[in-house]
């Protein structure tokens, strides 16, 4: 382990820029422009929805206190469906109406927060995604690199149905097409990913209810999310989620311009900061997922170093310092600190 250590060298790490200024300025105007509290949520390309957001989105509406409507700006490509479920029924304790901005992407499990927002506005650039659900099992295929991969319920029932369509045409006794699959695909991953989508159909139900109260309009936005693109990342723009039966509308001009301004603010934060001191040494900095709203900003900051062990011929993590970091206004002073979330 010695010559794990990292070296005597004196290297300067880089650093994040943390825009808390810039960011709640824009906040400030985006909030008067529409005429009440603007919550925001930003992913970087490395980040999730994920568990420990419920805490950190906490932390934020805890400052901000009840309102009647609460703006929400997603920026996502997704992650835990069963976490968005926990966020949209925390923002709604804050308040009676719920508003979604998305003026980029809003894929996955953002979709699903969306679903539970009264209202979608879209900008030019927004898309929404299909939220079908795939699955990384312990006893999932392996792919060259011998690593498990991703396998969905829509891919299985759509070589199901080509393999039965197959050999009806050439054999009067169809073979058992579950039987030959089941050499590829072992039966309880079929049985997990079968699971898992009747969990994302029950989730986009559970979500659409808190402003839908027709059961059969919302199982079929909830079907159609689930089953009707061929693609988990197809781009559903807004002629699309008004026709599926979203409560989806274009975004005013001025509101989506001040929003990217935000992202980009948010994205000159969250760039990633690479430190190398030699060939087999580095420090990674990258900020993640970002919550904010008037006076409070919370983020998670991947906060690591690497060595490269040679034998294995991959990078190891040293020293991780990673974790949620928070900023707040109090009076006229700026007070920094770590969240700890377990």
Known sequence: MKNEQLPAIEIKVKQLPVLFSKTQALIGKLSTRLGGPLVTYWNGSRGSVCHSDVVALYHVLERLGQHETIYLFLKSDGGSGQTSLRLVNLLRQHCRRLVALVPLECASAATMIALGADGIQMGPTAYLTAVDTSLNHALSPVDRDNDRVSVSLNELQRVIRLWREQQGQDQA?????????????????IGAVDRAESLSIMLCRELLAYHIADAAKAE????????????????????EAVKIGLHAQRMPADVNTLLLQ??????????????????VHAHSNEIVNIWESADAQVYYQQDKDWFYR?????????NDNSGWRRIERVGKRIKR?????A
């Open 173 to 189: 006794t169809p073979e058992n097409a579950y039987k030959a699959l089941f050499q590829y695909v072992h039966p309880l991953v």
């Open 220 to 239: 079929a936005i909830s079907t159609a999310l689930n089953g009707k693109y061929p693609s988990h990342s197809y781009p559903i723009l807004l002629d």
């Open 310 to 318: 040679a034998e294995e011929r991959r990078w190891i993590t040293l």
């Open 262 to 279: 935000l992202n980009a603010c948010y994205s000159e934060m969250g760039q990633k900061a690479t430190t190398d001191f030699d060939e």
């Open 337 to 341: 600190g770590a969240l700890h979330v």
